[in-house]
């Protein structure tokens, strides 16, 4: 092959990596204007808004289908090794958890549709908004550590999921409280308790994200390590 | 290079291939008998039992990320395409259903040890337990599908797992008015509202398990799809 021709193949890659890399980041810009949306229409009772989360989740899962079958397409063509493939697979994984805190953003939407129609004691939103502007943060904040490759925004933003644990179990009591208070209240504070666990759930995907954006820069995995062990594999902290 | 060179080379990527299977397999089996252990715990108030499924969960994720190492290494050395490669990537996220469904099983352990101490009223777990026996039966059935690469049956679990979405409500509306009932009781019932979430979510992973069969064989990525649009599409029903 002349060098030419390999030059020009390879351009041709780093264009498609460029192209995949920013089809991930439009996928999960579509994804957080979902969370936001959810949470908005949770804490204002918009149904409207509500709705309009729920229909557009169909196109949350067409992107992750599509830069699927262009993660495959990339491998078979191009067998990429090193840096690229760990590009490719943290790819295909990012993807699913992207698409996961869609479903999760529609199940707030669909518990945000069941409360706008009931009674909305201010106390029961208040500390679940909180909770609500955390998880998006963190997304966010996943979402730029994979755009700039910042492995040290990723340990960041998972050492900040460990508080948002407590933060969670705390509004969790918090909610069983007022059912045991008001047990007429118990079905609307189920969805409150459900979004809440969706809100949670969201930043652990968020988690994963960082983990995924290490693996590809550092080319380690440190799923499943606690805080300290990441920052001692990675040498850092 | 030889055709004898070549015969080896193309043997030894077989093995592999029939090797990375059976982890999947052995990861899968180990995941079934977590969520059968974490069941049982549940339903007979076994501490012991419970406490073993949460310390076994360091294992189902060292699995995943030995074989998850495994695929990056074949799709670097061997760069499998068409079929090959649909197995490898098909693999990539069955692993990571495989691992959320270990995790669910270590939430419902953990369920398990709150209630162990608790009044057991029968009624309370009745129907948890049929749900909970349907949800191992996908399970084993998405195992053995992916096991003999059978489409069919993997298009029928998925068929399953729409009429479990409706017991599954039934149960969470039931759960609700025993705690309507005796508000006393809402703390309890809350750790059976979480187990019965739990089992909800291990069927769901039983369908994304099927899901990936279907594309393992097929080459069609039938995921968001309707049932009958399945079928449609894979010219069966």
Redesign the interface.
């Known amino acids: 092959m002349g060098t030419n021709t390999s030059q020009h193949i390879s351009q041709q890659f780093e264009a498609e990596l460029q192209d995949i890399r920013s089809r991930v980041l439009a996928m999960g810009g579509l994804v957080e204007q979902q969370v936001a949306d959810a949470l908005n229409a949770l804490m204002t009772g918009d149904s409207e808004l509500a709705r309009k989360v729920i229909i557009q989740d169909?196109q949350v899962?067409?992107m992750?289908?599509l830069i699927?079958?262009e993660?495959?397409q990339i491998?078979?063509l191009r067998?990429p090794?090193?840096g690229d493939?760990?590009l490719v697979?943290a790819i295909?994984?990012t993807i699913?958890d992207l698409e996961r805190i869609g479903d999760e953003a529609q199940s707030i939407a669909q518990r945000a549709l069941n409360l706008a129609v009931a009674d909305r004691p201010k106390k029961n939103y208040r500390e679940l908004s909180t909770l609500g502007n955390h998880a998006r943060g963190m997304l966010r904040d996943a979402l730029n550590a994979f755009a700039r490759l910042d492995v040290d925004a990723a340990l960041s933003i998972a050492k900040e999921e460990s508080a948002r644990d407590d933060e969670y179990e705390g509004i969790i009591r918090q909610l069983?409280t007022y059912?045991?208070e008001d047990?007429?209240s118990?079905?609307n504070v189920?969805d409150l308790i459900w979004s809440a666990?969706s809100i949670e759930r969201i930043g652990d995907h968020a988690h994963n994200l960082c983990e995924y954006v290490i693996y590809l820069v550092e080319g380690t995995?440190v799923?499943?390590l606690s805080i300290e062990k990441m920052e001692e594999v990675l040498d850092r902290g």
């Open positions: 169909t899962n067409n992750e289908i699927d079958e993660c495959v491998i078979a067998q090794t090193a493939l760990r697979t295909f994984k699913t069983m059912m045991m047990p007429r118990i079905s189920m666990r995995d799923r499943h």
